[in-house]
Nanobody, 126 residues
Framework: QVQLVESGGGLVQAGGSLRLSCAASGRTFGNYGMGWFRQAPGKEREFVAAISWIGGSTYYTDSVKGRLTISRDNAKNTVYLQMIRLKPEDTAVYYC???????????????????WGQGTQVTVSS
């Protein structure tokens, strides 16, 4: 089992920045690929970013490229999502997720992830 706890969400004005953290406990963190997803009210959960086991590969949805950066510190069992130049359309609950089957073909699929955090709210005002 892996337990994931997100933090760092909040209210920010458009153009502002936030850094989300996801702390993992349980099995060896470094064995898992990690992803960030988000879900806005009335919408389906969508892929945001993913990172491979040792951080050598990162992936982003097009709408966040150049603004959001995923990283991980395996010594701290933590994955981060640095967000800059935030937009109102970034408003959502952000979830981190872990998978022991990380693949370049499936990293964006919610059903590829085995463990999920409880989410943290990000609200961007215009």
């Amino acid at each position: 089992q892996v337990q994931l706890v997100e933090s760092g969400g909040g209210l920010v004005q458009a153009g502002g920045s936030l850094r989300l953290s996801c702390a993992a406990s349980g099995r060896t963190f470094g064995n898992y690929g990690m992803g960030w997803f988000r879900q806005a009210p009335g919408k389906e959960r969508e892929f945001v970013a993913a990172i491979s086991w040792i951080g050598g590969s990162t992936y982003y949805t097009d709408s966040v490229k150049g603004r959001l950066t995923i990283s991980r510190d395996n010594a701290k069992n933590t994955v981060y999502l640095q967000m800059i130049r935030l937009k109102p359309e970034d408003t959502a609950v952000y979830y981190c997720a872990a998978t022991f089957g990380f693949s370049a073909r499936t990293y964006a699929q919610t059903n590829s992830y085995h463990y999920w955090g409880q989410g943290t709210q990000v609200t961007v005002s215009s």
